[in-house]
């Protein structure tokens, strides 16, 4: 299987592969401007950007780009960085004594390598085993879509994801594995259009080979409807 292999070579990698905090790094005075106030700047500067490359913003069809880009910015794609919007996860008591693995995968992944500011677009899978709670099924989803919007590398959200839902779950036992395409290898460098990046995450019993084993072949399912 494709994912498990990729995996292996991942975690064979070890600390030869470049790596980085697992929280986003945010200077202190992140939250002291308004999102009016950031989207005014970062007008101004893709102005000057575009510009500089020599484009005639009097354009009817670039005259409103600086301003579309940095309502992008701020609201939709980097809409992450607002610890406002992070998603509420309200748990609910495992009434049903549901004790197996619970999987939701083929999550839609959008996210901005932080590095040239291209697109990550792919899926993730998670998995947890219920210690007493559960969570709703798309608040899986919206943790996920909350990390993705912001800068990342993909090591990163991987870990946030699986941290995140930990802590409102409260159990270690949460895993995540995301395949995804990023643009900065597939549409300029190499532009190697064919790869695609596995990370994963395994906590607690998914640490387990034969537990590991299960969510792997879970994910591998062919669910397609």
């Known amino acids: 299987m494709k994912i498990e292999k990729d995996i292996q070579d991942f975690d064979a990698i070890g ?14 005075d992140a939250f002291e ?3 009016s106030e950031k989207i005014d700047i970062i007008k101004e500067d893709v102005r000057h950007i575009l510009e500089t490359l020599g484009l005639d913003l009097t354009d009817d069809s670039l005259k409103g780009t600086p301003n579309r880009v940095a309502k992008m ?29 619970l ?9 901005t390598c932080e590095h040239h500011l291209l697109p990550i677009v792919g899926k993730a899978h998670i998995a947890y085993i219920s210690n007493g709670t559960v969570v709703g099924l798309s608040k899986m989803n919206r943790i996920v879509d909350y990390f993705a919007k912001r800068p990342q590398v993909q090591e990163r959200l991987t870990i946030q994801v699986v941290k995140e839902l930990q802590k409102v779950l409260n159990t270690e036992d949460v895993a995540c594995v995301i395949d995804a395409k990023h643009l900065c290898v597939n549409s ?27 969510f792997l072949d879970y994910i591998s399912l062919d669910t397609s409807f």
Do not use: C, Q, W
């Not at 600390?15 to 202190?28: F, I, N, Q, Y």
């Not at 701020?74 to 748990?91: C, Q, R």
């Not at 532009?191 to 994963?200: E, P």
């Open 73 to 101: 910015f701020v609201n939709e794609i980097f809409g992450g960085l607002d610890p406002d919007k992070k998603p509420s996860a309200s748990t609910f008591d495992n009434k049903y004594k549901y004790g197996e693995m």
């Open 15 to 28: 600390d030869d592969h470049v790596g980085s905090s697992s929280e986003t790094p945010l200077r202190k």
């Open 188 to 214: 300029r460098g190499i532009r190697d259009v064919a790869s695609s990046t596995v990370t994963s995450e395994f906590g607690g019993i998914f640490k387990n080979k034969e537990t590991k084993r299960e």
């Open 103 to 111: 999987v939701e995968k083929n999550i839609t992944v959008y996210s």
């Open 33 to 35: 401007l308004t999102s």
